[in-house]
């Protein structure tokens, strides 16, 4: 079995609001796998099911 290694992750902290978010929705546009670090959880759901459903921006 072979192992991708060239996937990227990126931890984002804030990722519910204001540079956070913005910073989810550029990141999540290039297939960079991201985990939003929030202290809400609920509405860390509704973040990720919006970047979910959102089709990815191109320049």
């Known amino acids: ?10 931890l984002i902290t804030g990722a ?3 540079i ?3 910073t989810a929705k550029d990141l999540g546009s290039d297939d ?3 985990l ?3 202290r809400d959880l609920a509405k860390g759901e ?3 099911a919006r ?4 089709p990815p921006r191109r320049p």
């Open 1 to 10: 079995m072979k192992t991708n290694t060239n996937r990227r992750v990126a």
């Open 16 to 18: 519910n609001r204001g």
């Open 20 to 22: 956070g978010l913005q």
């Open 32 to 34: 960079i796998t991201l």
């Open 36 to 38: 939003l670090g929030v």
């Open 46 to 48: 509704v973040v990720a």
């Open 51 to 54: 970047l979910l459903t959102t």
